[in-house]
């Protein structure tokens, strides 16, 4: 009865864990003084080292005195152009000038202004704009959204002309250039947007001179602003390949010396473009509009330094490891992706030679020299995930060749913790490997995510501020790491237990991962821990032997079904404008704008798998697990009937990643950041296995002094050929093994019985072990007569 109940119970405390560690959230910060007045001032391409106190003072005074951050303009289209950065911040959400993406190149800043009379301006290209972003792009941005909030409002040059503009056309009052004294223009309306000028090209004289004209212009703006209002400065959008973090300050009341930051960033000094029409209408006390934007409010937070070269030195150095990342990143996923390859099809003759024939005839086993290089390349390649982790606690994107630096940190790394797991107690037993493999990644990952992802953000295997998908938390890669390596510690602590103590083992484990997922605080991956809850709940309830039944999977379902429904209803009694991912898309198909949900998901799954390496790494996984590892030759099946719990990790690992990827819409990237470390991990293990498939034991007996030579059986394996040192209840259930359901999944043509002392506990134990003491008699009784048999047949 309790073995039929403890599946319901533990899998309770999962769906329990999960939705304590989505539900859970910071507070809503207490409400920022309004201001009566906004004014958005944009100069395209303006970055943090445009800046300084000698070219641009005025900008420089009021960094000093307001807040900063470093800007995201991501729109509907990358580079993110100045049109179709001015349209997204005038529409809240991502939005594109028609044509307005061409060969990774901006097109010319032309835009026709009509100004029919002495007060405002037409576009007349304002209504197909609106059409092409309605019914050609995914999001159905609504162009002038900004400015429909709002009564009145002012745009100063040709590009404020396109974010004032209403999605009919009109600009309410509009002049193409900023008066000598602006002060009636801008306090005529509660909405002023300033375009300043472009910052633009490569030539540091050239950029000089275009930030200092427009600090020039500024000086006049803020000389003439209305009293009690707030000034955003903005750098707007690119203005070539590649894409880059740009500026953004805010002076106003309630806004002074901080970091800005925002609920669609939940990182502190970062935000984006499309959160600077919320902030508008936030400080205005106005009303978002019906279709809410994608955008958040910005706020300010403190924790700046005071010295302000030193504040503005933070954005500026993101910018370059942003840059440097994007470099660095797709040569370093194509060469693991290639690694990988090349180890699977060299594991191929060593796992069909692993296996040591007791008889006279058979193929000439492999050199033990070659097959421990090979064991040490699998141990390289599980870990160079976290060794490139690591190395972004150094700055190499300083260095003047930041590629080869960084490099040489990961190989340095790398070789560390290879030879750290070479070197660490019981490397040379089966699961040795795997669990110090998978107890280094899961410390790596797991303190990076507790201390802040500050080595995730812009890094090489996390994200990129400058994508705009994720800017705090566990990334894709990250998360698809983190569940295997949690689940592989778990499933390899486990097996060191009791069997009935194995699920205990798996949920406490597990959930603990699920709340380092999950919860906003830490890795902030809602559709994560809903996986994670998933595959917990499935290596639970095969932990202690049998095989993956559709009754167990509909049972894990159940759980990531019961976690999604408990957050749903939390998120939904959230104020929209504090609802997560899962909240939105649920409100979305109440106000029938779910498609658009629907379709941008089924884009980015699209693009996710045929342009990331990690897709080759997840199907070439696979293919080693299935014509190789799984095969009867391939040692897998026989790993996974001698140890119950390793199968229960993988298992739980293949569900989890599997949802993971198609409720985050990335594909494969889940699954390959995941076969990254269990494919090299499941290899070794299967060669250990294999090495050890002939091995046999000496039959215990009552009377020791009875047995004579000729019933004695083979001499007992040492622990120099039968890894001896894995002996004991610690490291295996003996009665798994020797009961007839692991005979069943060990699916190999010796039987459970030839398993030897090397398989740690698959087979009866040698005479004298002490772990033999604690299994039942009943149990020992068998095994003794399967190995008796065996040795004698």
């Known amino acids: 009865m309790l073995r039929r109940v403890a599946p319901i119970v533990l899998t309770l405390v999962v769906v329990v864990v999960g939705i304590f560690a989505l539900a859970a959230g910071p507070r809503t910060p207490p409400p920022r003084p309004g201001a009566d007045f906004v004014v958005l001032v944009g100069v395209a391409g303006l970055r943090w080292d445009d800046v300084d106190p000698q070219r641009t003072p005025t900008l420089w005074q009021m960094a000093r005195e307001g807040s900063i951050g470093s800007l995201s303009v991501r729109s509907a289209y990358r580079p993110t152009c100045p049109l179709d950065g001015w349209l997204t911040l005038g529409a809240g959400s991502f939005a594109g000038w028609t044509g307005g993406q061409r060969d990774g190149t901006c097109p010319p800043t032309e835009v026709r202004v009509d100004k029919p009379d002495r007060i405002g301006a037409n576009l007349p290209e304002q209504e197909s704009v609106v059409m092409h972003n309605q019914d050609r792009l995914p999001w159905g941005t609504v162009p002038g959204a900004l400015s429909e909030s709002v009564r009145c409002s002012v745009a100063v040059g040709p590009g404020a002309a396109v974010a004032a503009a209403r999605p009919f056309g009109r600009v309410d009052r509009y002049e193409p250039t900023l008066p000598a004294d602006p002060a009636g223009l801008l306090g005529s309306c509660v909405l002023s947007i300033v375009d300043l000028g472009t910052v633009a090209g490569t030539d540091p004289a050239e950029r000089a001179a275009a930030a200092r004209d427009a600090d020039a212009q500024l000086a006049r703006v803020l000389a003439a602003r209305p009293p009690h209002s707030l000034v955003i400065v903005a750098g707007v959008a690119d203005t070539e390949q590649p ?176 030879l750290l797991v070479r070197l660490a107690p019981g490397y040379r037993s089966t699961l040795g490997p795997l669990g110090a493999v998978a107890g280094l990644t899961v410390l790596a990952v797991g303190l990076d995510v507790v201390t ?42 486990a097996q060191r237990v009791r069997r009935e103590w194995r699920p205990t083992v798996m949920v406490l484990i597990g959930g603990a991962a699920v709340v ?92 996710t798998l045929v342009n990331s390496p990690l897709t080759v790494l997840a199907l070439v996984g696979a293919l080693l697990l299935w014509f190789a590892l799984l095969q009867p030759w391939g040692g897998l099946r026989r790993l996974f009937g001698i140890y119950p719990a390793i199968r229960a990790a993988m298992a739980g690992t293949g569900v989890a990643v599997g949802i993971g990827g198609v409720l985050g819409a990335v594909a494969l990237d889940v699954a390959g950041a995941a076969a990254a470390v269990v494919v090299p991990m499941a290899a070794l293990s299967a060669l250990r296995v294999l090495d050890h498939a002939a091995d046999r034991t000496r039959p215990a ?28 209840p610690a490291d295996a259930d003996r009665s798994d093994a020797a009961s007839p359901q692991a005979g069943a999944s060990d699916g190999d043509s010796s039987g459970a019985g030839a398993v030897g002392a090397g398989d740690e506990g698959s087979g009866a134990a040698p005479a004298g072990d002490a772990g033999a003491s604690h299994e039942p008699r009943r149990d020992r009784g068998r095994a003794i007569r399967s190995s008796a048999e065996v040795a004698t047949g």
């Not at 500026?247 to 609920?263: H, I, K, M």
């Not at 809903?530 to 159940?558: D, E, F, K």
């Not at 898309?585 to 658009?596: H, N, R, S, V, W």
């Open 516 to 607: 380092v997922v999950g919860s906003p605080y830490l890795g902030a991956d809602s559709i994560g821990a809903i996986a994670l809850t998933a595959g917990v709940s499935v290596a639970a309830a095969i932990s202690t032997g049998g095989w993956l039944t559709m009754t167990r999977l509909a049972w894990a379902g159940m759980a990531g079904l019961a976690v999604m429904i408990g957050f749903a209803v939390v998120d939904l009694g959230r104020p929209p404008g504090e609802r997560g991912s899962l909240g939105r898309f649920l409100a979305a198909l109440g106000d029938g704008t779910g498609g658009l949900t629907v379709q941008r998901s089924s884009a980015s799954s699209f693009q």
């Open 452 to 493: 802040g992802a500050r080595l995730q953000l812009n890094g090489v295997v996390g994200y990129s501020a400058l994508e705009g998908g994720r800017y705090a938390g566990l990334g894709t890669v990250g998360l698809g790491v983190f569940i295997a390596a949690s689940l592989l510690t778990a499933g390899w602590l």
């Open 701 to 728: 007996t009552d009377r020791p002094q009875d047995a004579g030579p000729s019933d004695a059986g083979p001499p007992a394996a040492g622990p120099s050929d039968a890894g001896s040192s894995d002996a004991g």
């Open 243 to 418: 894409s880059r973090l740009h500026v953004a300050v805010a002076d106003g009341p309630g806004w002074d010396n901080g970091w800005l930051t925002s609920p669609t960033t939940g990182r502190r000094g970062y935000l984006q473009l499309i959160d600077l029409a919320p902030t508008a209408l936030t400080a205005l006390g106005r009303p978002m509009p019906d279709r809410q934007f994608l955008g958040r409010p910005a706020e300010s937070v403190g924790g700046r330094p005071d010295d302000l070269a030193a504040a503005i030195a933070e954005p500026a150095d993101a910018d370059r490891e942003a840059a440097a990342q994007r470099e660095v990143a797709g040569g370093f996923f194509i060469l693991l992706a290639g690694v990988q390859v090349v180890l699977a099809v060299a594991v191929l003759p060593l796992l069909r030679r692993a296996r040591r024939h007791a008889g006279p005839y058979g193929p000439k086993p492999v050199s033990r020299r070659v097959v421990a290089v090979v064991e040490l390349l699998l141990v390289a390649a599980a870990l160079a995930m976290p060794a490139a982790l690591l190395a972004e606690a150094v700055p190499w994107w300083r260095n003047t060749y930041p590629a080869v630096t960084f490099a040489g940190l990961t190989a340095a790394l790398l070789a560390a913790a290879t």
